[in-house]
Nanobody
Framework: QVQLVESGGGLVQAGGSLRLSCAASGSIFSINAMAWYRQAPGKQRELVAAITSGGRTNYADSVKGRFTISRDNAKNTVYLQMNSLKPEDTAVYYC??????????WGQGTQVTVSS
């Protein structure tokens, strides 16, 4: 059984920083792309950032220059460093990973709240 467990969410003032982590565990043979999504109340889930197994990244326009996605392949972990946070970044953040081929796994989500 494969699991993704997120950590690092919380409450922060506008302009502050948070670092999210997501660790994959279980029977893992390979991890391809890993990504972070977010869902704000009343809105659809959206892609925030993604990273391939080779380290290529892409970002939503709304977070470019403020957020950085990275991964530690030895630890099966993906990170999201979030700087210069804004109230509109408030959402539940989910990690997603393509594990053992075409299988798509999701974490349980972690709440990020940015106060103005």
């Amino acid at each position: 059984q494969v699991q993704l467990v997120e950590s690092g969410g919380g409450l922060v003032q506008a302009g502050g920083s948070l670092r999210l982590s997501c660790a994959a565990s279980g029977s893992i043979f390979s991890i391809n792309a890993m990504a972070w999504y977010r869902q704000a109340p009343g809105k659809q889930r959206e892609l925030v950032a993604a990273i391939t197994s080779g380290g290529r990244t892409n970002y939503a326009d709304s977070v470019k220059g403020r957020f950085t996605i990275s991964r530690d392949n030895a630890k099966n972990t993906v990170y999201l460093q979030m700087n210069s946070l804004k109230p509109e970044d408030t959402a539940v953040y989910y990690c997603e990973a393509d594990i053992n081929g075409p299988y798509d796994y999701w974490g349980q989500g972690t709440q990020v709240t940015v106060s103005s």
